[in-house]
């Protein structure tokens, strides 16, 4: 009866496994979707779903997320709210986060690609403090 019991919460357990994966691909074809139709925001979104079905950031959501998030930061408006402060720190530790992850493969054009972003985006505040200092400034 035990053995009964173990076979079948392997089985459904497989089931919804096996659902939750085909569920985290579609979203994830729908991030794509929205990204080739310049939807950025919805690509983001779409991305948080996928990886809130996996349980954890992909290599490949976090690169597309990491393009998504330089397509939506415009630096002109960076001191206008604190959104597109937010917006940049999200995208640093995107761009660092892909940037460890990835150093020990071999250097590709989305390495090239995440790496010159992160070099981009390097001359503007790091921190909430020197974000409000510049706004002081300004």
């Keep these: 009866m035990n053995k009964l019991i173990f076979v079948l919460f392997v089985f459904f357990k497989t089931i919804v496994f096996a659902q939750s994966g085909a569920l985290a691909d579609l979203k994830f074809e729908e991030a794509e979707i929205a990204f080739n139709n310049q939807d950025y925001e ?3 979104k779409k991305l948080d779903e996928f990886d809130k079905l996996l349980g954890s950031i992909k290599d490949k959501s976090l690169y ?3 393009i998504s998030q330089n397509k939506l930061f415009e630096p002109s ?3 206008e709210n604190e959104s597109n402060f937010n917006l940049l ?3 640093r530790k995107n761009s660092s986060a892909y940037l460890k992850a990835m150093e020990s493969s071999s250097l590709d054009e989305r390495y090239r690609e995440v790496y ?3 070099e981009k985006i390097e001359k503007y505040p790091k921190d909430k403090t ?3 200092l510049e706004i002081k400034n300004e």
Excluded: D, E
């Design 89 to 91: 720190s999200s995208l």
């Design 130 to 132: 020197a974000f409000q």
């Design 64 to 66: 597309l997320r990491i």
């Design 116 to 118: 010159g972003i992160s």
């Design 42 to 44: 919805t690509t983001i």
């Design 77 to 79: 408006k960076l001191y």
